[in-house]
């Protein structure tokens, strides 16, 4: 069987496809950083869509700094 299901953005009012995914321990801080509400916290996955993932990925990058450098990045 193929799974042709599309998963929608887990920001509340966005209906739009997903472009990423994120294990929500990961993401979580930087999304309600932004002033973000997601749909269900208490799932393992945040998916994003390509308008919301430019705003979280702004501040995902400053709170994943130290960690970056640590890989030489």
Do not use: P
Request: aromatic share 6%; hydrophobic share 30%.
């Amino acid at each position: 069987m193929e799974k042709s299901s599309k998963k929608t953005c887990s920001i509340v009012g966005c209906d739009n496809d997903s472009k990423r995914a994120f294990a929500t321990t990961r993401i979580a801080e930087s999304v309600a950083s932004t002033g973000l509400k997601v749909k269900d916290m208490r799932s393992r996955k945040i998916y994003l869509c390509q308008d919301h993932w430019k705003k979280v990925k702004k501040v995902f990058k400053k709170d994943t700094k130290a960690e970056r450098m640590r890989w030489g990045h």
